[in-house]
């Protein structure tokens, strides 16, 4: 069962809170102030954090300040309970780095729903830790730089592509493994009627064409660099031998096959079933997981609207009218540029129609 610690002072709430996750399964753990909180996190290692925001002593956003600093409890989901609604609390919350951001009085479903989506997203985390950024320096290491004599690989070229390239099509045959050392690009899908739909994104730490390898088929997508990116090639014939020699670089490259088929999985159930106003939420939120591209704690979507409607599968006219509306409501902002700052992701994370 997953452990939830409740951090809350006000007894009645804190106690109604763990009776609501003991009846769904989960192993709910209570204190009542910042300090006996970040002591029983630390010896506890929760699955997720429920914690109030205005307590005596140590507040919540000392506790997750706190709490971040050690590696046993900086990735630990924390959402943040309070009965403020105001956009300048919600932000510091997300600037400290909370996940999520639960309004009081609470809702039992939210509560559940944002639990239950915190925790999902959590797990596909540690199933794909290695394919971003730092966490895939090991496999890099292995297929681009020297091991030992035995298998030594010389230092391979980094290649420059501007933005708009193609970097392979559809029905191609593979002949590398790409590495994203930074810039962006997109893989999609064209429709027998032309209409594109993005089925993956791209950044640094990622590999890209490796299933197609791996499976001795041709490429079934296409890539195109959407923003100007900086590649290493590595040749099919070096990353077969490796993933045929290395059992924990084989094992990684099965669990990054893995969690991709987990995200296509959720983004064909959002398309096929949730309104358009929700698969707009689902499109905004993917993109800036993707990137992690910030601005004073915000994530801001630098992305062409052709390019985010494909992502999101729907026609651009009716995403526009959807982002105008979300706007309105003070879900995003959208600035000079046609940059798009999410100013309220947890809303946007759990909207419910």
Do not use: W
């Amino acid at each position: 069962m997953k452990k939830i610690l409740i951090i809350e002072d006000d007894d009645f709430l804190r106690e109604n809170i763990a009776e609501i996750l003991s009846l769904s399964d989960y192993t709910a753990i209570t204190v009542a102030d910042g300090k006996a909180g970040i002591e029983k996190a630390l010896k506890e290692s929760p699955d997720l954090i429920l914690c109030d925001v205005m307590m005596p002593g140590i507040d919540g956003y000392g506790v997750l300040h706190i709490l971040s600093r050690y590696p046993e409890t900086k990735f630990i989901p924390f959402l943040f309970l309070s009965g403020k609604k105001d956009l300048i609390d919600i932000r510091k919350g997300m600037e400290l780095g909370a996940d999520d951001y639960l309004v009081k009085p609470l809702n039992e479903v939210d509560l559940l729903n944002a639990v239950s989506l915190r925790l999902k997203k959590a797990e596909t985390n540690k199933r794909s830790n290695f394919s971003n950024n730092a966490k895939s320096t090991e496999v890099l290491e292995h297929l681009v730089g020297a091991r030992d004599k035995e298998h030594k690989t010389e230092n391979r070229e980094i290649r420059t592509y501007l933005k708009k390239h193609l970097l392979f099509s559809e029905d191609q045959r593979p002949s590398v493994v790409y590495y994203v050392v930074s810039g962006k690009l997109k893989e999609y899908r064209l429709h027998e009627d032309g209409k594109e739909l993005i089925t993956n994104m791209y950044t640094s730490g990622d590999f890209i064409g490796y299933r197609a390898i791996i499976e001795e088929i041709n490429y079934t997508e296409s890539v195109q660099v959407i923003e100007d990116a900086e590649l290493i090639l590595i040749p099919r014939n070096d990353f077969i031998e490796l993933i045929n020699h290395d059992i924990n670089v084989a094992r990684k490259f099965i669990e990054l096959l893995s969690h991709n088929v987990h995200e296509k999985e959720d983004k064909l159930l959002n398309m096929a079933y949730n309104s358009l106003r929700k698969k707009v939420a689902f499109g905004i939120i993917e993109v800036a997981d993707k990137f992690k591209n910030k601005i004073k704690g915000m994530s801001v979507i630098e992305m062409s609207r052709e390019d985010l409607a494909h992502v999101i599968g729907s026609a651009p006219e009716s995403m526009i009218r959807t982002l105008k509306e979300f706007k309105g409501e003070k879900l995003i902002d959208v600035q000079d540029g046609g940059k798009i700052v999410v100013l309220n992701e947890a809303r946007l994370r759990n909207l419910l129609y």
